[in-house]
């Protein structure tokens, strides 16, 4: 099992910035990608940055250029900057973890954490 936690989020003005994190529990699975997602009322959730083991990271279109997601394995977190926010970026923001229990479990199992708000106003 794997838990996760995110933290970060808030009030920020438009084109400002605001950085999230995800603690995520250590544990004997592996996990293949991590990501950030975000969901606004009434709308499906959707992918805004992920980040695999290897290193390949993967952008919406709609945040590509202003966001960044990296990993800190020191403090076993996953981070997301948030540059030049815009309107169109408030949500509630959720960490996703790919893990896998065994060497033959090739599909995993996506594990979430509560989510964070993120507020864009003046």
């Known amino acids: 099992q794997v838990q996760l936690v995110e933290s970060g989020g808030g009030l920020v003005q438009p084109g400002g910035s605001l950085s999230l994190s995800c603690a995520a529990s250590?544990?004997?699975?592996?996990?293949?990608?991590m990501g950030w997602y975000r969901q606004t009322p009434g709308e499906q959730r959707e992918l805004v940055a992920s980040?695999?083991?290897?290193?390949?990271?993967n952008y919406a279109d709609a945040v590509k250029g202003r966001f960044a997601i990296s990993r800190d394995n020191a403090k076993n977190t996953l981070n997301l900057q948030m540059h030049s926010l815009q309107p169109e970026d408030p949500a509630v923001y959720f960490c996703?973890?790919?893990?896998?229990?065994?060497?033959?479990?090739?599909?995993?199992?996506?594990?979430w954490g509560k989510g964070t708000l993120v507020t864009v106003a003046s």
């Open positions: 996703n973890a790919r893990a896998h229990r065994t060497y033959s479990d090739y599909e995993g199992t996506d594990y």
């Open positions: 250590r544990s004997r699975f592996r996990i293949s990608v």
């Open positions: 980040l695999s083991s290897a290193g390949d990271t």
